[in-house]
């Protein structure tokens, strides 16, 4: 699959927008909820689509997948199915036509989950645990993007990344975490890839103590959801029941009414017809990107004012030095 050209970001919200620049009046929910120290990501395939990584989408894998199935042999199997675009269906027919194994390889001979570069929605919440404004994030994707960005970012402790019910025992809650709720491609026997394989003994579960946890406590970020699969329907609606407040923000590229139209399922296992206030519209990239220039315009605020405080109690203003601005990590170096 091609690939976008090196890591090089233009998006409006990162380079050319002033830093200063208060954020939309849709993205404060968001944004304070980094601030208090309460947000976490749920990030979906779209988090992916974004240049320069440009991994396909569900709907996009499944046709790849229908299409090398039609040829070779099974095109009365595919024209069977209720929803060709749904990835889920389409690997619970090719299991059931074929074998897991043959599927997993026919996968990895369509996307090249390695080579691919972090987009700037990756780097954004790598950057945002490294200043600790998260502590853990879910994704229901297979790529490694997320801990690519960690390694790109460098922060002091890298989050631990769990993605099957073995990673899951040995993470706590004292240490940053991303779980990948529906396994890790560098494991093909941690995937979940239809609804029935959620239920096996090693998928992570939300009935898992630490996940009930964050999700009572925490403000939930979707991000690059819109035509899903069944399965991955399945676990938003687990985790939405599991939540005590509603998300804080649901990020998607259409006008809310369209994206209700085109995604009624997702809609409703998310209960975005309760909430339709917290619905951004937005590139990913483009909206995380705001979140992540908005977050350091409020540390860098909090900073001068800790430091003009400081100046005022010792009685000259003239000490305040550059010393006493912590300001965090140039968001030139993801560039």
């Known amino acids: ?4 050209e090196p890591l090089s970001f233009h998006e409006i919200s990162f380079r050319r927008t002033p830093l200063a620049e208060p954020p939309r009046a849709e993205t404060g929910l968001a ?3 980094l601030v208090n120290g309460r947000a976490f990501f749920v990030t979906g395939a779209g988090s992916s689509a974004g240049a320069p990584t440009g991994l396909p989408t569900g709907p996009q894998l499944a046709a790849g997948l229908v299409a090398w199935a039609e040829g070779s042999g099974l095109g009365e199997q595919m024209a069977a199915l209720e929803d060709c675009s749904d990835l889920g269906e389409v690997c619970e027919a090719l299991n059931g036509a074929l ?3 043959m599927v997993i390889r026919q996968i990895e001979e369509e996307v090249d ?3 691919s570069d972090p987009n700037l929605c990756h780097l954004a919440i790598a950057l945002l645990f490294g200043e600790e404004a998260v502590s853990i994030s879910f994704t229901v994707n297979w790529d490694p993007k997320l801990s690519d960005a960690f390694k790109r970012v460098g922060g002091k402790i890298v989050p631990r990344v769990a ?4 990673t899951m025992s040995t993470a706590n809650n004292n240490e940053p975490r991303l779980i990948h709720l529906h396994g890790l491609w560098s494991d093909p026997d941690s995937l979940v890839m239809t609804s029935t394989e959620l239920e096996k003994n090693a998928a992570v579960k939300w009935t898992d103590p630490q996940l009930r946890a964050s999700l009572s406590s ?6 690059g959801f819109a035509a899903e699969p069944s399965y991955v329907l399945k676990s938003l609606s687990e985790m939405r029941e599991l939540m005590d407040n509603p998300p804080t923000s649901v990020i998607g590229r259409e006008e809310v009414e369209k994206f209700t139209a085109k995604s009624p399922r997702l809609a409703e296992a998310i209960r975005l017809n309760e909430n339709l206030d917290r619905y951004v519209q937005g590139d990913a990239c ?3 990107g705001e979140l992540l220039r908005c977050y350091y315009w409020k540390r860098l605020e909090a900073a001068i004012e800790a430091a003009a405080n400081l100046g005022a109690k010792e009685g000259d203003r003239s000490k305040i030095t550059a010393g006493h601005l912590k300001v965090p990590c140039n968001r030139d170096a993801v560039g």
């Open 1 to 4: 699959m091609h690939l976008h």
């Open 31 to 33: 944004l304070a909820s």
């Open 99 to 101: 074998n897991r194994g």
């Open 113 to 115: 989950w390695e080579e």
């Open 163 to 166: 993605y099957n019910a073995a």
């Open 218 to 223: 925490g403000s939930a970020i979707l991000v």
């Open 286 to 288: 483009e909206v995380l």
